[in-house]
């Protein structure tokens, strides 16, 4: 089991910066990978970002690039997504997942919700205009 929770969300203005933080726990020696995902009120989750856990390979969604930084912290077990030139179209509840399935070494499984095994309860993000 894998424990995963989510600290940093919170209301700021359009242009502004925030880190969300992914403290995991139990078994993280078995995890492949980790990422940041996110929902809108009426809308899908999406996938923001990922990063594997051994090679620290990144990858962003589209939408994302240039703006979030997702990088890891081994030493605290600890993942961070770093949120600049926010706009309102990003006001979402941010979640944390974290995958252990060999799967995840393909880029083309990174942004896949159910190659993903654990959940955080979420964050939420809201930018004002």
């Known amino acids: 089991q894998v424990q995963l929770v989510e600290s940093g969300g919170g209301l700021v203005q359009a242009g502004g910066s925030l880190r969300l933080s992914c403290a995991a726990s139990g078994r993280t020696f078995s995890m492949a990978a980790m990422g940041w995902f996110r929902q809108a009120p009426g809308k899908e989750r999406e996938f923001v970002a990922a990063i594997m856990w051994s090679t620290r390979i990144t990858f962003h969604t589209d939408s994302v690039k240039g703006r979030f930084t997702i990088s890891r912290d081994n030493t605290k077990n600890t993942v961070y997504l770093q949120m600049n030139s926010l706009n309102p179209e990003d006001t979402a509840v941010y979640y944390c997942?974290?995958?252990?399935?060999?799967?995840?070494?393909?880029?083309?499984?990174?942004?896949?919700?159910?190659?993903?095994?654990?959940w955080g309860q979420g964050t939420q993000v809201t930018v004002s205009s």
């Open positions: 997942a974290a995958g252990q399935s060999d799967r995840l070494t393909y880029a083309s499984n990174w942004a896949r919700r159910n190659e993903y095994d654990y």
